[in-house]
């Protein structure tokens, strides 16, 4: 038996196998020795992807239907495409290997054909990106991407948020990371999914870890491989209690969240995107307090479509039935890296170009989401709310493009819903002038978790830091104080929606300060609201 320990994010236990997730290959420009044998296997590889691509037709068309089948096809037409293939040719013929020689033509060709006009030709660039994908795999030996095919444990050396929107949720038990840190959104998404996690773990990482038995305890941060019976007897019953700790607090469910005293408080979910609605159902949310709508924009080759949003948003607002959801703008920037915005890299990104810098800068990227939430709020309640404010010129200027596109959805004859439009309080300025911004907003919700890391001036991000992030100092105390005072004073709402909101610790200071929400992981909701109905303030 193999005894390890990490640092706990997520607590309950989980027994399962392992699966290791590797990061993709970094291709670098390594040279081949033989150039014939290195073509030789490039048309190897070509005749492999040709195969695949025609049993995946078959299996589209059967499953799905022709239509979406064509998708298919017209990757495969790539494989004849001569500029593509003679490009790849004449790489492999100056000495550069296969694999490096189709990621660089596939990249160039991709990148010409997202920046012509033309839609049709815009959405080739993403059939370049996976045939060249699908060519690298084969060419480099590389599993069929990840997969699991029964629930088990994920073992990893981290996981960018973008890597683990494409994990197949349902089959999670739990997450160990050798790097990632309690605040990064590895760790938030761990809470959203309900399920045990470690980071920082001193686990040795390798295959032949696959298919061992795992046992992880994130109630201690120690995870066992190989338990012996007696350990594993202990946990299963560890597992057990938890259970059943879990199953009493299903008396707090369907009921409202009123303290002793009276003072009610709405308990919302904070979730990524549609495939996530299933935990705030089982988590008994009273709406949704954080959409972090950029996940709809990770794990993919390209831009969504007005469209695409506008299903996703629709989806979640018709799924609450009318409860508040509070889709937040897109916070693309720092630890949220998607490579077809091209963001140049920076010294700083946490401080760099990110959240609503971004859409100010980049109004069509803006203007697609805000129509598609416009759309959608006419199938529910919605509000939308914007990330990383510093200033209130900031907020005069989304309000005017608000209006903006609310008249250009009008004038085409399309319904709009209400929508209150409220901000984030996550930078230190946005706190300072709360008082400003309250006349501006329909309400506040605090980012507790970048307040804390540019109040303190401590990187959310850096493991080494953890000890000294201290989301309980006084200085983000009296912060969220005079935030609710003043959002109180111009008579709008403030919630909290930072990982501080689920502090069971705080709940009665958060009631004292007199906040209207707290929208917590979807997991947490029951917890808090017998934390708030046992309250005394
Ligand atoms: C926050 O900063 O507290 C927040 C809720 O936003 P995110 O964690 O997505 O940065
Ligand atoms: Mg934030």
Redesign the pocket.
């Known amino acids: 038996m193999i005894v390890g320990r990490g640092r706990p994010v997520y607590e309950g236990v989980a027994i399962g196998r392992i699966y290791v997730h590797m990061k993709n290959q970094v291709l670098t420009d390594r040279k081949c020795s033989d150039i014939e044998k290195e073509m030789e296997r490039f048309r190897t590889a070509k005749e492999k992807a040709a195969e695949e691509l025609s049993a995946l037709y078959e299996k589209t068309a059967a499953e799905i239907g022709e239509e979406q089948a064509a998708i298919i096809e017209v990757q495969s037409l790539f494989l004849d495409d001569l500029d593509y293939i003679e490009g790849i040719e004449a790489m492999i013929k100056s000495g550069s290997e296969a694999a490096f020689s189709v990621h660089e033509i596939g990249d160039a060709q991709a990148s010409a054909f997202a920046a012509l006009d033309d839609d049709y030709m815009k959405a080739r660039a993403t059939d370049i990106r996976d045939i060249s994908d699908r060519l690298v795999r084969i060419l480099t030996g590389a599993d069929q991407g990840f997969r699991m095919d029964e629930p088990g444990i994920i073992v990893a050396e981290d996981l960018t948020p973008s890597e683990t929107v494409s994990l197949d949720k349902d089959k999670i038990l739990a997450f160990v990371t050798r790097q990632g840190s309690s605040n990064s ?1 590895t760790a ?1 998404l761990a809470r959203v999914m309900n399920i045990p996690s470690l980071v920082l773990t001193d686990i040795d990482i390798d295959q032949s870890l696959n298919g061992r038995t795992m046992i992880v305890d994130g109630f201690t941060g120690n995870y066992y491989i190989d338990p012996d019976e007696k350990t594993l007897t202990e946990m299963t019953a560890k597992k057990k209690s938890a259970g059943e700790y879990k199953a009493g607090l299903e008396k707090y469910r369907g009921i409202e969240s009123v303290s002793r005293t009276g003072r009610k408080v709405k308990l919302f979910a ?1 979730i990524g995107s549609p495939s996530d609605l299933k935990y705030v159902i089982d988590g008994d949310a009273e709406g949704i307090g ?1 959409l ?1 709508s950029e996940f709809l924009y990770l794990g993919r080759n390209d831009f969504p479509s007005e469209d695409e949003l506008f299903e996703a948003y629709k989806s979640v607002l018709e799924a609450m039935g009318g409860k508040k959801v509070v889709i937040r703008t897109l ?1 693309i920037g720092a630890d949220k890296k998607v490579d077809y915005f091209c963001l140049a890299p920076e010294e700083n990104p946490a401080l760099g170009y990110r959240g609503i810098r971004i859409c100010l800068t980049e109004k069509d990227i803006f203007r697609t989401q805000l129509r598609a939430i416009y759309r959608a709020s006419a199938f529910g309640t919605a509000a939308i709310m914007f ?1 990383m404010i510093i200033s209130v010129k900031e907020v005069q200027e989304i309000k005017e493009y608000c209006s903006f596109i609310e008249k250009e959805l009008h004038d085409e004859g399309i319904a709009t819903g209400p929508v209150e439009l409220g901000i ?1 309080i ?1 930078t230190p300025a946005a706190a300072m002038i709360s008082d400003m911004l309250a006349s501006e907003v329909d309400f506040f919700s ?6 804390t890391q540019y109040t303190l001036a401590i990187d959310r991000q850096n493991e080494k830091l953890d000890a000294f992030y201290d989301a309980h100092h006084p200085a983000i105390m009296r912060f969220l104080e005079m935030i609710a005072s003043n959002a109180h004073s111009k008579g709008i709402w403030a919630g909290i ?3 501080l909101a689920g502090d069971l610790s705080l709940t009665d200071e958060f009631l004292k300060m007199g906040y209207d929400e707290l929208s917590v992981a979807p997991s947490r909701i029951l917890e808090l609201r017998k934390n708030v109905i046992n309250s005394e303030v």
């Open positions: 959104h938030i904070n954080l972090r916070d990330p984030m996550e605090v980012g507790t978790n970048d307040l929606c930072g990982e």
